[in-house]
């Protein structure tokens, strides 16, 4: 499994940049695409997921309403789109796959993991 992650920089805060996910090298052909962040120091956090095949997309109390996952039109590629960040969105956001949705916030369902992509926001 091949992750590449982009997107992330420096933000102030009210920002609204958009992270990019392109998977590749996979077992199968439409996968569950997450997003996970983890602060300095703090435990990865699942952002929000979305299938490839289809369905509704599922994300975290905390970016409801600010943050939109989406898939891309490539196969097995994924966006988040942030608005309204804050400090506290600050992190390393990774993009990781799994077959299916089932307990997508769960980090230790998920390898391997890519390099991650920076968000400061300041």
């Known amino acids: 499994v091949q992750l590449v992650e982009s997107g992330g920089g420096s933000v102030q805060a009210g920002g609204s940049p958009r992270l990019s996910c392109a998977a590749s090298?996979?077992?199968?052909?439409?996968?569950?695409m997450t997003w996970f962040r983890q602060s300095a120091g703090g435990e990865r956090e699942g952002v929000a997921a979305?299938?490839?095949?289809?369905?509704?997309?599922y994300y975290a109390d905390s970016v409801k309403g600010r943050f939109t996952i989406s898939r891309g039109n490539a196969r097995n590629t994924a966006y988040l789109q942030m608005n309204s960040l804050t400090p506290e969105d600050s992190g390393m956001y990774y993009c990781v796959v799994k077959r299916t949705c089932g307990s997508w916030a769960s980090p230790t369902l998920y390898s391997p993991w890519g390099q991650g992509t920076q968000v400061t926001v300041s």
């Open positions: 979305i299938h490839t095949g289809g369905g509704d997309p």
């Open positions: 090298r996979l077992l199968y052909n439409t996968n569950c």
